[in-house]
């Protein structure tokens, strides 16, 4: 079985930073493209950042120039460093990634984990 699991969520004012991190476990062989999506209250979810094969990166425009996504093969390792944060990035955050094991591959998704930012 696979597990995606994110954590360093929290609570942070204004202008602060945090950085995500979401690992991988499981009988894993490849991870592929994996993405971090958001999803505000009352609000549909929304793709903020990808990072594919090859480190393809692709970023929501209200994100670009103050998040950066990275990743750590050896550790099965995503992050999500988010700098400058404004009220309107709160939200849930989850992770997102295809993933090959030795029986399919398939998207598999974390739980989430809770961002606030105060004004």
């Known amino acids: 079985q696979v597990q995606l699991v994110e954590s360093g969520g929290g609570l942070v004012q204004a202008g602060g930073s945090l950085r995500l991190s979401c690992a991988a476990s499981g009988s894993i062989l490849s991870i592929n493209a994996v993405a971090w999506h958001r999803q505000a209250p009352g609000k549909q979810r929304e793709l903020v950042a990808v990072i594919a094969s090859g480190d393809n990166i692709n970023y929501a425009d209200s994100v670009k120039g103050r998040f950066t996504i990275s990743r750590d093969n050896a550790k099965n390792t995503v992050y999500l460093q988010m700098n400058s944060l404004k009220p309107e990035d709160t939200a849930v955050y989850y992770c997102?990634?295809?993933?090959?094991?030795?029986?399919?591959?398939?998207?598999?998704w974390g739980q989430g984990t809770q961002v606030t930012v105060s004004s």
């Open positions: 997102n990634a295809y993933i090959t094991t030795i029986f399919r591959s398939k998207d598999y």
